[in-house]
């Protein structure tokens, strides 16, 4: 896959911190874009446990050529650093834009809302501080892990007997002060939960956006990794589109369009746009 990367093309990883291993430099290893290479197309979007999809899409968009990522390295990181790192591939580069798109509560108008993967970054950098969280319950400090990828692949593959169970369980399995109660309650996980939001703000993100038609201020929450995966998603549907183009003009495989470089596509599909005008 290296050897396909084009020169500049590839986006720097975000820094990361981890306790378990120190720093590390991440020099040269970066992201390529998704959605220009032939295994691109054997990712499937509609899978069940998205945990597991976003590793996927991780490592294969990964480029390190003098292996310097620790193995496993994506499914070790916090979820937030899991959903910067998608949006980073989902959007292209650091100074790009989300552009989201939300309805006014107050009179419908469109509300834009465009946000650079560096702003939100810059949420996920002050997280990162926040190694473990804890609350007081029936007078006893408990302390947590915030999850990570593991977990939310583990999770992904539990089948749990209702809401509350599941709640309880993961929080349990996230426990790092020992004798932990088991049973907690709606109200103690509620307030669990709460701390986790706040400990990695881009879990549940939510922005506040005021409509310049009636000043109303609207409070919108956004999935961000699956408008990520959403995003990724139309990216391989577009090469897809590309693909079909060309087979049907040149009359080439599936296999001859993807062996023509990113680059000299583009100007195929420029001149097949310009021939059917
Ligand atoms: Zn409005």
Known sequence: MNAQVEAGAVIPLPPVTMSSAGTWCTDGVGFRRFGKFETDLAVDFAVPNRAALTTRVLELCVVDPESLLPPRHFTELS??????????????????????????????????LDLTVKELAEAQREADHIETVGLDLEGRRIEFRKPTGRDQEVWAGTVFRDELDAA???????????????????????????????????VN????????????????????????????????????????????????SEADVLAVPEWRRQQYLQLIGATKK
């Open 205 to 252: 993100f939510s922005c506040r956006v005021r409509c310049g038609e009636c000043d109303r201020l609207n409070d919108y929450r956004v999935d961000l990794m699956e408008t990520a995966l959403a995003m990724l998603s139309r990216m391989q549907t577009q090469l897809i589109h590309a693909i079909h183009r060309m087979a049907t003009h040149y009359h080439w």
């Open 168 to 202: 309880e369980r993961m929080v349990s399995s996230l426990a790092i002060t020992p004798e932990f109660p088991s049973t907690l309650g709606r109200t103690s996980i509620r307030e669990i939960e709460r701390i986790f939001e706040d400990a990695d703000p881009l």
């Open 79 to 112: 979820i937030g650093q899991r959903i910067e790192c998608l949006l980073l591939l989902a959007v292209g580069g650091w100074e790009k834009a989300l552009s989201l798109v939300f309805e006014c509560q107050g009179c419908g108008e469109d509300l834009e």
